[in-house]
């Protein structure tokens, strides 16, 4: 079968794959997020300036701390390292400094690995050796840990600057609803350009089905499942925006293939003429959440190409080669492969695992939630990932740590 029609059959199928061995593996059955999550938060200075007199910019992250911080006003997800501690903090007083802060900390990141570059190993002893190699490993973890969270800083501000207010930590009411959330279905659409935003949608028909049009409708969904099509979805926004780019710049230069729509709309009607149906294909629908019945609940998206629209990125996308296609669905990174599991967990929580004398079997909570508070979900969802994407090449281009 076509790899891009597959693809765009289903979305998300393509994104399960690429991630590196090691991601993939931790997306398998649950979210994959190993680490718990603390915060506490970092004084930042404030100096007194004589009036007239001007002064650089300059910012440090500073050891000091305070716990009762109110971060998850931010974002769900707290940060650890004390670079991440401070720009949470300038994110919350003075968000129009991120980026002059983050340029500030990223420099100081290449000069402490160029400096341990640098550094010949020690030539005496074997425990000499061994000592170094394990300083060195800790501070790599350090500056890892403080790139991820440098990403995450500047995903979050781009939501402020968007006046769009992350979904908090998805936690039940009295009556057991989690979406009280304001609906800015409207704001999220105009960070698209207009072809993804056709893509977003026939995503969402996919997730939706035939409730689409039914938003206000109630249903009982099990929390572990809509968390793993939130983190799903946020791999098809940085798939999405990574050929939208390229999309984008080829029609401004005016270098489309002038037949690729016609081709590909030929040869979609031939694939749609032969597509199984849903009860010919339930093991292949039945492998992937955004097009399965979703446990606890009554959403049941109608099979494959439910509600998927023929777009002009869409046929774009599918004149790739197979190994064109699953570079550009690669996650680049370990490091935003760790920020979506670790937003996803701050999101959803960790499944609780009980052993049985039947073996580990997974502890999961229904919660209720709108279609319309789904839609909102998988929106952000999308977005996160566009974002994603534009900060780690920002990133890369001043602290290269993008393999591929």
Not at 52 to 74: L, M, N, Q, T, Y
Not at 318 to 347: C, N, P, W
Request: charged residues 25%; proline residues 4%; hydrophobic residues 35%.
């Amino acid at each position: 079968m076509d790899v891009a029609v597959t693809a765009f059959r289903s979305p998300l199928i393509i994104l399960r794959r690429p991630v590196n061995e090691s991601a993939s593996a931790r997306f398998g059955s649950t979210f994959g997020f190993s680490r718990k999550q603390r915060f506490s938060s970092v004084c930042i200075p404030k100096h007194k300036h004589k009036q007239g007199r001007r002064r650089g910019f300059v910012v440090r992250a500073s050891a000091s701390s305070s716990p009762e911080s109110d971060d998850a006003k931010i974002a769900p997800l707290q940060f650890e390292s004390s670079i991440g501690q401070f720009l949470s903090q300038i994110l919350k007083d003075h968000p129009h400094l991120v980026p002059a802060a983050v340029d500030q900390q990223l420099q100081q990141l290449q000069t402490d690995r160029d400096a341990h570059q640098q550094n010949e190993q020690p030539s005496a002893s074997t425990t000499d050796l061994v000592l170094y190699r394990r300083i060195a490993e800790v501070k790599a973890n350090e500056r890892r840990k403080a790139l991820e969270e440098i990403l995450y800083a500047l995903v979050v501000q781009k939501f402020m600057d968007a006046n769009i207010s992350l979904i908090p930590s998805v936690t039940p009411d009295l009556s057991g609803k989690v979406d009280l959330w304001p609906n800015e279905d409207g704001k999220l659409e105009l960070l698209h350009s207009h072809e993804a935003y056709e893509m977003i949608q026939n995503h969402l028909a996919l997730i939706l089905g035939n409730r689409a049009g039914d938003l206000t409708s109630i249903a009982e969904i099990s929390k572990f499942r809509v968390g793993q099509v939130y983190a799903a979805s946020v791999m098809y926004g940085y798939f999405l925006r990574r050929v939208d780019q390229r999309f984008q710049l080829e029609k401004t230069m005016k270098v489309l293939p002038n037949a690729t729509e016609k081709e590909n709309s030929a040869h979609q009607t031939t694939m749609d003429n032969a597509r199984p149906s849903i009860e010919e294909d339930t093991s292949q629908v039945m492998s992937h959440p955004e097009v399965s019945t979703w446990p606890g609940g009554d959403v049941r998206p109608g099979g494959f190409g439910y509600g998927v629209k023929a777009t002009r990125l869409r046929n774009y996308v599918m004149s790739f080669d197979g190994d064109t296609l699953q570079r550009y669905a690669t996650i680049r990174s370990k490091e935003a492969v760790s920020i979506i599991e670790k937003h996803t967990e701050a999101l959803f929580g960790r499944p609780e695992i009980v052993v049985t004398p039947e073996g580990a079997v997974s502890k999961d909570e229904n919660i209720k939630i709108s279609f319309g508070g789904l839609k909102k979900l998988v929106l952000e969802a999308v977005t996160f990932g566009s974002f994603l994407w534009d900060v780690e090449s920002y990133v890369d281009s001043r602290y290269h740590f993008v393999l591929n």
